[in-house]
Structure formats: C-alpha cells, structure tokens
C-alpha cells in the first residue's frame, strides 16, 4: 500500500476511534473483488450485457416467464462459482464486532456481509438468494425457484398458495423497503462517521443517505470513481476496498 493510502487508513481509523456511533454503507465495489460484477460504468453489465428495462416491475406483471428466465441469466452471470466474501467484508464484520461500527447499510443484493459475520445490516435493495410471494407474502429459498425456470417451468410458483414468486430484491420500478430505508435514514442521521464504501452515489433515494450524513457528521467516500458527493465528504479515499478496510482494522 502506498504512503498516501496509508494516510488516508491512519486518518480513518484515527475518526472511528473517536466516533460514537459509526456506519458503513457500501455499493456494488465492495463485492467486486470477491467476483461480483459491476453494474454501471462503461464495463458494468447494464451497459454491456443486459437491458434494464428488462428487469423493471412492469416487465414482471407483464412477462412473469420472459422476466423469470432473463432473471435466472442474470443471476448466474452476477454469481459465478467460488464467490465469498473478500477481505473488505471481513474487516467491517471484525470492526462491527469490536464495536467500532454499529450498523451495515447495504445497497447489494449477495448477502455477502451476512456471510462475512456482520449482525446488524440493512439490505435496502433485498437479497437475491430469496424469493417472495406476491399472494401470500412468503419468503423462502431462491434455489428450488431457480431450477424450476431452468428446467423449463416459468414463472415459478409459491408451493403454499400458487401465487406469483418475485425476487427478493428491489426492481426497477418498485420503491425501496418502507422499514429497511426508514432505518437506514435513521442511521446516517445518527452517524458521527459515515463510511461510503465503493458507491457511485448515482441510486437514489440510498444515495441521498450520503447527504444526510455529511449534514449530520463525518462523511468518507472511498470509491475508484468520482462521486457527485465527494466535496461535501470530510475523506475521499481511492483506493482498494479489499486492501485498504484491512489496513483500517489493523489500525484500530
């Protein structure tokens, strides 16, 4: 690690140190070292392999198969095989459980901070390994619905009512989780220290919980690319997250 990334993970380690209360809130670059692919930039994969507009919430009432089978695409190419957490998601579940950091926010969809350890995360996007009921509200297990499409049976159904069976997961066109946003909001208006960790900041209305945390306390931006927040941030770090949130644990 060079010496300016050095500083910068002294200086972030030295504000959760003295923090009250500090948040993580993390985008699609915190699970792009362990194999998951980007989303947007000029190679994320809305750009260069799938039409979003085939995953909106109209396309799903409207083309429940059609959707179900560009869904099972989607997932396969978002999950390749060996994906597990990376070393970034391991040192915010070791921060978390040392107390340091008091809440995960999360705008993916893997599950891969849960896998890491961490205990308190707000998923505000879901969380694709799980498929609800539009009938009767159930949620279970993505798998068994995964193979059903895959043998050739779509749209998959609930086993306990027949209903409809949706990803767990925020569609275009579908607003965020009422309880999931109202705590995460909730979060960033408490934060002494706001972590952005590998957020373009571009999703809205979770981007916007960067803005209330830099009126609130410390904002930190650690991203490749340039954010539209990145001057009202107190630290903008670029950096790798995998090698630098490591360096932050270590000095903590």
Request: proline share 5%.
């Amino acid at each position: 690690m060079d010496a300016a990334l050095e500083s910068d993970a002294a200086w972030v380690a030295r504000r959760l140190r003295e923090a009250d209360t500090a948040v993580a809130f993390t985008g699609a670059g915190m699970s792009t070292a362990s194999g998951i692919p980007d989303f947007r930039g000029d190679d994320g994969i809305w750009e260069t392999e799938f039409d979003p507009a085939s995953f909106h919430r109209d396309r799903f009432v409207d083309d429940p198969a059609g959707f179900w089978r560009d869904r099972v695409r989607l997932q396969e190419r978002m999950f390749p095989d060996g994906v597990e957490p990376n070393p970034g998601h391991e040192a915010i579940s070791a921060l978390e459980s040392r107390g340091v950091l008091d809440a995960v926010v999360t705008q993916n969809t893997d599950g891969l901070h849960r896998e890491a350890g961490s205990d308190r995360v707000v998923e505000l996007h879901g969380n694709a390994a799980e498929v609800v009921c539009e009938d009767c509200g159930a949620r279970t297990d993505a798998e068994p619905a995964f193979e059903t499409v895959r043998a050739g049976d779509a749209p998959p159904r609930c086993e306990d009512c027949g209903g409809l069976l949706k990803p767990g997961v925020v569609l275009f066109g579908e607003h965020l989780p009422r309880v999931a946003y109202s705590e995460a909001n909730r979060l960033a208006g408490d934060a002494d220290v706001f972590l952005s960790l590998g957020s373009s900041l571009t999703v809205h209305p979770a981007a916007g919980l960067a803005g209330r945390a830099a009126e609130a306390g410390s904002l930190v931006v650690v991203n490749f690319d340039a954010t539209q927040y990145d001057d009202r941030a107190d630290r903008v770090v670029r950096g790798d997250l995998a090698a630098f949130l490591p360096e932050v644990e270590k000095r903590i």
